[in-house]
Each structure stands twice: as structure tokens, then as C-alpha cells.
């Protein structure tokens, strides 16, 4: 998910700084005011896409907004992210399309983490979460090595769905239903 650069920079000085020609390859994050580095590997990246897939499938028949890969960036709050899945609903669309880091926080965020072992990955994760949720959005923490689902609704107590439970889109992706074993691949891949 992440790796160190930890240089502190305003949300100005950060949007200045990404469009640089040296940074246009690279995927960076601003969390608690620093730069982040995003890096993944290949078990984050599939999970990601499937869960992608299931989105993208469920959009093409209930036409309510768009989703995002895991280039995809979104303000949220004064901090720059991006999800390894993002949604955002068509009536909160805002922005210029084109921006480097869409203007509005997504509906769904969807964090897959790349090693739960990595003290400072975690502890940006739980950055995004308090950042997240202070902007109203729903957040899927996906764990592939525990194979769990933790889920935060705005208004709501977190959960956590183990491989037989249902990811639920509730009122923000109505009808949307996926069982959690569905997103991980079997478990001799792992």
C-alpha cells in the first residue's frame, strides 16, 4: 500500500508537487500532511481488481455513478488518497475529471493491504479510516491474509465479515451483494 517518503507538505504545495514531470509515473498519496509513496504487490492488486469487476458489473446494470482503479485519487478532507477501488455517486460529482486528485471524497473506498505485518502501512490505513469516515464515506478494509472484510459506514459501527459473510451495498449500492470468499483468490495462492 505504502512506502516511506514521509516529507511533510501542505494539500497547495502537494498538488504542485505531484504534476512535477520526475512525479508523473508515480502514484503518491498526502496522509496526516505527508507524502506516501503507493506501492502494492500482485495479491493486493487481484483482489482489487475483482472486487473492481463485481462493481463494474453491478454499475453497468444500476447506472448511479463511477468507480476508480487503483489510480484513481480523491481529496478527502485536506488530504490526497487513493483507493485501491473508488465510487462516487453521479449527483456528488463535482469536479474536473481530469484533476490528478478528483475534488470530492469517493462514496466507497476500497483499501486492500499489501502486508499487515508493515507497521507504518497499518498506521496509515487507520489515518485514511479516521480521514474517510470524517468525510462520510463508506470504507472496505480488505485483509488477505485474515480473509476478512472490515466494514465502516458512516453513522454505524465498524465490522468484520469473515470469508462467509456478504459485502452489502446498502443504500449507497442498492441490491449490491458479494460473498466475502468471492474476493480472495483460493486460499493455495495466497
Known amino acids: 500500500m505504502a512506502l516511506q517518503i514521509r516529507q511533510t507538505m501542505t494539500a497547495a504545495a502537494f498538488d ?9 509515473e508515480r502514484r503518491f498519496e498526502r496522509i496526516a500532511g505527508e507524502v506516501v509513496e503507493v506501492v502494492s504487490n500482485a495479491l493486493a492488486a487481484r ?22 482503479g487503483a489510480d484513481g485519487g480523491y481529496q478527502v478532507g485536506g488530504e490526497r488518497y487513493i483507493p485501491d477501488v473508488g465510487f462516487i455517486r453521479y449527483e456528488r460529482q463535482t469536479g474536473d475529471d ?28 487507520r489515518l485514511k479510516i479516521a480521514g474517510y469516515t470524517a468525510a462520510g464515506t463508506t470504507i ?22 469473515d470469508e462467509d459473510g456478504t459485502l452489502d451495498g446498502g443504500e449507497l449500492l ?14 493455495a495462492d495466497v
Open 98 to 125: 481530469t484533476a490528478a486528485y478528483y475534488p470530492a471524497a469517493p462514496d466507497l473506498a476500497v483499501e486492500v493491504i499489501s502486508n499487515p505485518r508493515n507497521e507504518t502501512e497499518m498506521r496509515d490505513l
Open 47 to 68: 483482489i482489487a481488481f475483482r472486487i473492481g469487476g463485481f462493481l463494474f458489473v453491478y454499475l453497468q446494470q444500476h447506472d448511479i455513478g463511477t468507480a476508480t
Open 174 to 187: 442498492p441490491g449490491f451483494q458479494i460473498r466475502v470468499g468471492d474476493v480472495f483468490p483460493p486460499e
Open 140 to 161: 472496505w478494509i480488505v485483509d488477505p491474509f485474515a480473509r476478512t472484510v472490515e466494514v465502516y459506514q458512516p453513522g454505524q459501527s465498524a465490522r468484520t465479515l
Open 16 to 24: 504542485e508537487w505531484v504534476r512535477l514531470p520526475e512525479n508523473s
